[in-house]
């Protein structure tokens, strides 16, 4: 069996707790490695903090670490279990990625840990928990190296010198400080300072073509700074400035409005007229534009006038397109 780059750590940690070591050679035969890969693993470790020790030249040099570093006595419960797989199912989007291979190496590593009375119940776990596939980014490729690039600056406070293509096919260059990075809809998002703006912008990772970490070079988390403040105003994941907007829902769909919190500023009331209004103080963007033009004829925008002329002139569009002979 094929081992991804999580197994494979695991594995190599195991024989580098053995009595002696394990000797460099053996572990680029053994793991599949060259030398400049394997620098790579050990490099991975040590930036973990790992009691790494690895002793002299070459291929025939000896890596170690202290045995005591292992945990041992661990025991996971029933609820344990059932809650880091169904936490797993919930990032399938990140499969061909080092987040993925990561967490499988550390549900491998755990595994130990689960006790035996449990172990069949655990076996059955896939027929029990699932998670509905969503439209998903892909995040394998270059995507995913440039995501471990960048995830391990956001670890570390290291700036990073980045190209980023967006939606429309326009690529700039940026000086960014990597704040957050967020998952939403099955997608993420790095919230980062950008340097020459002097403010903090949103960031689809799968957009960025080059990520080049300065790593002699660390920057300061601003004091009080947090993510939720940041998207207090968002309706999603793009932030900006808030106003008061107002929608009004017909009977078709207003009890599934009714039900749900589409923002933490929302009220409702009845309008003389029976249909449901809403209203938020939020960021007007697109996708503040593109949820409400999801209702149709069954919602109406009432405020603001400028949010009520684009989505009116998309829906009109949409009507004139179908309008014509298929």
Do not use: C
Not at 216 to 233: C, M, R, V
């Amino acid at each position: 069996m094929e081992l991804n780059k999580g197994q494979k750590l695991v594995k190599m940690l195991e024989l580098m707790t053995r009595r002696g070591g394990v000797r460099a050679q053996e572990l680029m035969d053994r793991f599949e490695l060259d030398a400049r890969s394997l620098r790579r693993y050990l490099a991975d470790l040590r930036e973990l903090e790992l009691p790494l020790k690895d002793d002299g030249r070459s291929d025939d040099r000896l890596i170690s670490i202290d045995p005591v570093w292992r945990r041992t006595g661990v025991q996971l419960s029933l609820a344990e279990v059932l809650s880091l797989h169904f936490g797993r199912t919930l990032f399938n989007f990140l499969e061909g990625t080092s987040f993925a291979q990561d967490l499988e190496g550390a549900i491998e590593r755990l595994e130990p840990a689960i006790t035996r009375a449990h172990r069949d119940l655990a076996r059955q776990l896939d027929t029990k928990f699932l998670a509905v596939p969503e439209p998903a980014k892909d995040y394998r490729g270059q995507a995913s190296e440039l995501l471990d690039e960048a995830v391990t600056a956001l670890v570390y406070n290291n700036p990073i010198e980045a190209r980023y293509r967006k939606a429309n096919g326009i690529e700039s260059r940026y000086l960014l400080h990597p704040y957050t990075l967020a998952t939403y809809r099955q997608g993420l998002y790095l919230f980062a300072f950008d340097a020459e703006a002097g403010q903090v912008k949103t960031f689809a990772v799968e957009r960025f073509v080059d990520v080049v970490r300065r790593r002699g070079e660390h920057f300061q988390l601003p004091a009080g700074w947090k993510p939720s403040a940041y998207l207090a105003h968002a309706y999603g994941i793009i932030s900006g400035t808030p106003e008061d907007v107002s929608f009004a829902f017909t009977e078709a769909v207003a009890a599934y409005i009714r039900e749900r919190t589409w923002h933490p500023t929302q009220t409702f009331r009845t309008l003389p007229d029976g249909r449901l209004e809403l209203r938020m103080h939020v960021a007007i963007t697109v996708e503040l534009q593109s949820w409400v033009q999801g209702f149709g004829r069954d919602a109406e925008v009432r405020a603001p006038a400028s949010l009520r002329a684009k989505v009116g002139a998309s829906l009109q569009a949409a009507a004139d397109a179908y309008a014509g002979d298929a």
